[in-house]
């Protein structure tokens, strides 16, 4: 037996309330998915009988979200600066907070500029930079191939012609220099609890934990980010909210100028970005 859209939405809210903060929003996205239909559309017609094939479809989307998944890996996608994109579990979920990378990107982009984003995963970074800044060039790159797959997937959605994905392990296949460098690297200490804690668990391993206390990476890109910076460009790196510091402290060493970092939208320092003097 069938039940109606108000309803499912109240059963499926019943069972989410104990697992899930956001169980209200979460349980009108996976109806929302399954009915090919805007979220208007359940309050419109509430009254609307399901389909068996629904109903099942619903069942199963359920007990995945109930055993922790993800909603963006069971209905394979997540919106990034008011863009739709492609996700799966060979890619890191794009979160809002990494918008802050992308203000402060366009907020230090001379014109026709040649942008670098390094670790793209779905391609969140570069395209969202690439659709407001159509008169610059973008590589992004990821040693990931599935994650290389997902990006031009997520480019050609969007006819972003101006973005060129490539594999490389960080700055291993880049040649030339770039007027700017971004990137949202692994940060988390492998030692870190949250690991094997809800949505972070089906999460790429590799694109989530850095040795040296989720410090590696950053200090690599940092490190050799000054052989691929043009004069006076600037290099800026996503990082935990703990780690602005010593974050910071790799940057000066490096030798970058003009060293600062910037909140997300919760308070948190979240990136940190710095000039290349050379």
Known sequence: MTRSIASWLNEACEQLRQCDD???????TLLSWVLGKNRVYLFTWPEKMLTQE????????????LKGEPV???????????????????????????????????????????VLDLGTGSGAIALAVAKERRDCRIDAVD??????EQATKNRDRHCLENVSIYQ????????????????????????????????????PY??????DNGLADIQHIVNEGQ????????????????????????????????????????????????????
């Open 22 to 28: 956001n169980f209200r929003r979460d349980a009108e």
């Open 54 to 65: 629904q109903e099942n479809k619903l069942a199963e989307s359920l007990v995945r979200r």
């Open 72 to 114: 963006a890996y069971i209905i394979g996608e997540q919106e990034f600066w008011s863009m739709p994109f492609y996700v799966n579990r060979h890619t890191l979920i794009p979160r809002p907070d990494t918008e802050v990378i992308v203000e402060q990107a366009l907020k230090h982009l001379p014109p026709d500029s040649r």
């Open 143 to 148: 040693f990931s191939e599935q994650a290389i």
């Open 168 to 203: 490389s392990h960080w700055y291993q296949s880049v040649s030339g220099s770039f007027d700017l460098i971004v990137s949202n690297p692994p940060y988390i200490d492998a030692e870190d609890e949250h690991l094997s804690k809800g949505g972070l668990s089906y999460e």
């Open 206 to 211: 590799s694109a989530l934990v850095a040795e």
């Open 227 to 278: 052989k691929y910076l043009n004069r006076h460009s600037w290099l800026m790196v996503e990082h935990g909210w703990q780690q602005k510091d010593a974050v910071q402290d790799i940057f000066i060493k490096a030798g970058y100028h003009r060293v600062t970092s910037v909140q997300d939208y919760g308070g948190n320092d979240r990136v940190t970005l710095g000039q290349n003097s050379e």
